[in-house]
Nanobody, 119 residues
Framework: QVQLVESGGGLVQAGGSLRLSCAASGRTLSVYDMGWFRQAPGKEREFVIRINWSDGSTSYIDSVKGRFTISRDNAKNTAYLQMNSLKAEDTAVYYC????????????WGQGTQVTVSS
């Protein structure tokens, strides 16, 4: 099992930036990749961006292209989500998740951190 703890959410004006962190502990060798998901009020949770833990390759949804960047520090077992040019529609609870090499499913989740973008 992998435990995940997020930090870095908050309130920011439109056009501003925030950086989220996700620290992993436990069976981190079992992690295939880490992703960020978000859930806005009244909407379903959606995938945002991911990074492969071994080779650093990334993928993301079109709406964050050019604005969000994901990175990782393997030594610290931490993933980072840098969010720039934030928009009101980015307001949501952001969750990090770890995909297991065994199940290839996101079966470890953080507690979530609120990101609010004021327009």
């Amino acid at each position: 099992q992998v435990q995940l703890v997020e930090s870095g959410g908050g309130l920011v004006q439109a056009g501003g930036s925030l950086r989220l962190s996700c620290a992993a502990s436990g069976r981190t060798l079992s992690v295939y990749d880490m992703g960020w998901f978000r859930q806005a009020p009244g909407k379903e949770r959606e995938f945002v961006i991911r990074i492969n833990w071994s080779d650093g390759s990334t993928s993301y949804i079109d709406s964050v292209k050019g604005r969000f960047t994901i990175s990782r520090d393997n030594a610290k077992n931490t993933a980072y989500l840098q969010m720039n040019s934030l928009k009101a529609e980015d307001t949501a609870v952001y969750y990090c998740a770890a995909r297991s090499r065994v199940t290839m499913k996101y079966d470890s989740w953080g507690q979530g951190t609120q990101v609010t973008v004021s327009s």
